[in-house]
């Protein structure tokens, strides 16, 4: 099974700041990469799919890029909506979800 | 707009068993592969099982293999996950979510508001 590992498990930032999650596969998985939202209570939101692609209605302060193994999940201009949980997902063998990055107010 | 719309979830004894269902409206339910994400209390997301469009392919991760069966009902924009055996550990919040194509390995760009599954005696 594919493993995916996301770095940190939790961040504090401010309003403003560029931000940087990290999501490293066990094996190379091209770029069948997903990133979620998660507020708290509610369902997922898809924010990027295949490693660099935004999805509808997603606003462009998000970005992802990457290939193989190594992916990142980019916030350029942190809002206060964006205060959240962060998941990746391959869909190369399988399905599998990091563990979660807690993304939380300074 | 999409809408996924889950019930069936409640509190059960640890051995027993719950068929969830979810009823999708507002796409080409029978073009889309389907499948359930579970989410534990103060826990990530786990991909529970898909099941795809072109053939009806169903797919399970190790932890429910051979408790859970998923299926769909393409009449009635219906999807369902029969589980049985049912252990502390299967406590969670259970989502549908809609496949971003008929493939089963692929990402969620709609997911339903979830129904909670609690197994305890």
């Known amino acids: 099974d594919i493993q995916m590992t996301q770095s940190p498990s939790s961040l504090s930032a401010s309003v403003g700041d560029r931000v940087t999650i990290t999501c490293r596969a066990s094996?190379?998985?091209?770029?069948?990469l997903n990133w979620y939202q998660q507020k708290s209570g509610k369902a997922p939101k898809v924010l990027i799919y295949?490693?660099?692609s935004l999805h509808s209605g997603v606003p462009s302060r998000f970005s992802g890029s990457g290939s193989g193994t190594d992916f990142t999940l980019t916030i350029s201009t942190l809002q206060p909506e964006d205060f959240a949980t962060y998941y990746c997902?391959?869909?190369?063998?399988?399905?599998?979800f990091g563990q979660g990055t807690r993304l939380e107010i300074q | 707009e999409v809408q996924l719309l889950e019930s069936g979830g409640g509190l059960v004894q640890p051995g027993g068993s719950l068929r969830l269902s979810c009823v999708a409206s507002?796409?080409?339910?029978?073009?889309?592969?389907m499948s359930w994400v579970r989410q534990a209390p103060r826990r990530g997301l786990e991909w529970v099982s898909s099941?795809?469009?072109?053939?009806?392919?169903?797919y399970y991760a190790d932890s429910v293999k051979g408790r859970f069966t998923i299926s769909r009902d393409n009449s009635k924009n219906t999807l369902y996950l029969q589980m049985t055996g049912l252990r502390a550990e299967d406590t969670a919040v259970y989502y549908c979510?809609?496949?971003?194509?008929?493939?089963?390995?692929?990402?969620?760009?709609?997911w339903g508001r979830g129904t909670l599954v609690t197994v305890s005696s």
């Open positions: 979510a809609k496949g971003a194509s008929s493939v089963w390995e692929t990402s969620f760009g709609d």
């Open positions: 507002g796409f080409t339910y029978s073009s889309y592969s």
């Open positions: 099941i795809s469009a072109t053939d009806g392919s169903r």
């Open positions: 094996q190379s998985i091209s770029t069948y």
């Open positions: 295949a490693a660099s």
């Open positions: 997902q391959q869909s190369y063998s399988s399905i599998t």
